[in-house]
């Protein structure tokens, strides 16, 4: 059987990372503060919203731009639901860290999140295996891993009102600067983050993270269909094996 050690391991590099990298549409890379697990999934904690169901894809595209010229660009999608009770199921290929893996091949995963049981699954389609660890209310989550310190001053300001995706939003633009000095940088570094969020979903719909660091980051809703997911997707299939994931500070041996 195939160990989940590598891919919760893998996850948790990623999680660390996305921490820097502000917030993303419900269930996207990259996170925000607060970043923790979810059995196996590196999410962002949110609190449980009832009553605003929905599936949608959520594609991100990272483009960074090199010092000798060259582009990296990298696109991932996923699939996401959310029914009426809170519960969130997200389906994603772990091919986009393949930067960290070398040459290995990753699985595809399903994550499911269900506040109403108390419980978390990461499923491993391939296997029929699945791992599994209790939900956590946000509040308790906190501090796992610490929150990394910040570096500049926030400039907030508001976009107005759109429509995306067939719903209506609200955009915001944040622009933080790092003065000179402050982490080492010669110059002033400025990062800026548009968010464009559903009140109706509780969530947003559209992110863009530019930094000079890292490039710009676009996390997007798209196929946004607000139903009723079929309540099969929140439930462990049957035929599937489960083993019990480490808690969160501790790992066991494969």
Do not use: C
Not at 40 to 58: I, M, Q, T
Not at 166 to 181: F, K, Q
Not at 202 to 212: G, V
């Amino acid at each position: 059987m195939r160990s989940w050690l590598p891919i919760t391991m893998l996850l948790g590099a990623t999680a660390l990372a996305a921490a820097q990298n502000g917030p993303a549409p419900e269930g996207g890379f990259p996170g925000g503060r607060g970043v923790r697990f979810l059995g196996a999934e590196a999410g962002v904690p949110a609190r449980v919203v009832k009553n605003a169901p929905y599936s949608a894809d959520l594609i991100t595209e990272t483009t960074q731009m090199l010092a000798d010229g060259n582009r990296l660009h990298q696109t991932t999608t996923a699939r996401v639901y959310r029914d009426s009770q809170g519960r969130t199921r997200r389906e994603q290929s772990l091919s986009g860290l393949g930067a960290l893996t070398g040459r290995a091949r990753l699985p595809r995963v399903v994550f499911i999140n269900d506040p109403v049981a108390g419980v978390n699954y990461a499923l491993n389609p391939e296997d029929h295996t699945a791992s599994r660890s209790a939900w956590m209310h946000p509040a308790y989550g906190r501090g796992l891993p610490p929150r990394l310190p910040r570096h500049g001053d926030d400039k907030v300001e508001s976009l107005g009102a759109e429509t995306m995706e067939g719903v209506a939003v609200r955009g915001t633009r944040t622009t933080t600067t790092i003065p000179a000095g402050r982490i080492g940088n010669e110059l002033p570094l400025v990062v800026v983050t548009e968010t464009w969020y559903s009140a109706d979903l509780d969530t947003a719909i559209l992110t863009r993270r530019s930094d000079p660091r890292s490039g710009e980051t676009v996390s997007r809703m798209s196929n946004l269909v607000r139903a009723e997911p079929p309540a099969s997707l929140f439930q462990l299939p049957a035929d599937f094996k489960v083993v019990d994931a480490p808690r969160p500070g501790r790992w066991s041996s494969p």
